[in-house]
Nanobody, 115 residues
């Protein structure tokens, strides 16, 4: 079992920055991939934003490349999503996920980009 808790969401103006954090607990040593999805509206499908695997290689959605950076701190069992130059289209609930045989999800943190 893996538990995930996100933090760091909030309201930010276009062009601003936020950093999301996700702390993992439980069977963290078995996790192979962690990352972030977002859901921009309740009926809209979640989309993968960024992921980081155990060898620290990363993957990004085209829409966030060059603006978002995913990183990890293994000592703190935490991953981060640094989001720069935010756009209104980035407004969404951001969910942290971890994969080990199955997907584990956090409860999400809301990011609102608006002037």
């Amino acid at each position: 079992q893996v538990q995930l808790v996100e933090s760091g969401g909030g309201l930010v103006q276009p062009g601003g920055s936020l950093r999301l954090s996700c702390v993992a607990s439980g069977s963290v040593s078995s996790i192979t991939v962690m990352g972030w999805y977002r859901q921009q509206a309740p009926r809209k499908q979640r989309e993968l934003v960024a992921s980081i695997i155990s060898d620290s290689s990363t993957n990004y959605a085209d829409s966030v490349k060059g603006r978002f950076t995913i990183s990890r701190d293994n000592g703190k069992n935490t991953i981060y999503l640094q989001m720069n130059n935010l756009e209104p289209e980035d407004t969404a609930v951001y969910y942290c996920y971890a994969f080990w045989n199955i997907y584990y999800w956090g409860k999400g943190t809301l990011v609102t980009v608006s002037s």
